[in-house]
């Protein structure tokens, strides 16, 4: 099973690790430029938060991705977009297009849907792999080595432990959500 690690912002987890019975949440990523290939569907997907937080703080699994205009985005996913309304939602993504704000265009983003999303409490939060190069502004998949890893092995002990242990693929993506 592979496994991908994806930078997120603080704002993002804050809020979507307040809201209580979250069935599924959108990793978005701000560009739209391309559809997210990393994993296949019920794969893991950890959360780690941007720099000087360097903790991957949870996860979910992969259920499939889509390039959606904005308007749709917010439409399909609401508060789990990790923001609390359309407008808040717009200036995050802005925040990260390198083409800046673009009021009034429904830009396509990127849409990452990760079911059974989990946050853990701080005293459970990972430290990133001692490789994570800072470089890295979207991601890395990472791979156990020598053998197939089953959910029953992620429990926040076996986890912090795989991924200390896991090396990391040729795959590095370089944009973010």
């Known amino acids: 099973m592979r496994t991908f690690v994806g930078i997120t912002d603080w704002d993002w987890f804050e809020l979507l690790r307040s809201q209580s019975g979250l069935d599924e949440v959108n990793f978005w990523q701000p560009s739209g430029s391309r559809q997210f290939r990393a994993l296949n569907p019920g794969e893991l997907f950890l959360f780690k938060l941007h720099s000087p ?13 889509s390039l959606l205009p904005i308007s749709l985005a917010w439409e399909a996913f609401g508060i789990a977009n990790g923001a609390v309304d359309f407008t808040q939602m717009r200036a995050r993504v802005e925040h990260y297009r390198r083409k800046g704000h673009e009021r009034f265009t429904d830009y ?41 890893s089953s959910l029953l092995e992620l429990t926040p002990l076996a986890r912090r432990w795989r991924m200390e242990a896991w090396e990391p693929t040729d795959t590095v993506v370089t944009a973010r959500n």
Do not use: K, M
């Open 53 to 65: 937080r360097n903790y991957i703080v949870g996860g979910g699994l992969f259920a499939h991705s």
């Open 108 to 148: 396509t983003v990127g849409c990452i849907l990760l079911e059974q999303p989990f946050f853990l409490n701080e005293n459970q939060w990972i430290p990133a792999p001692g490789d994570w190069s800072p470089t890295i502004v979207q991601g890395l998949e990472r791979t156990p080595p020598g053998r197939q």
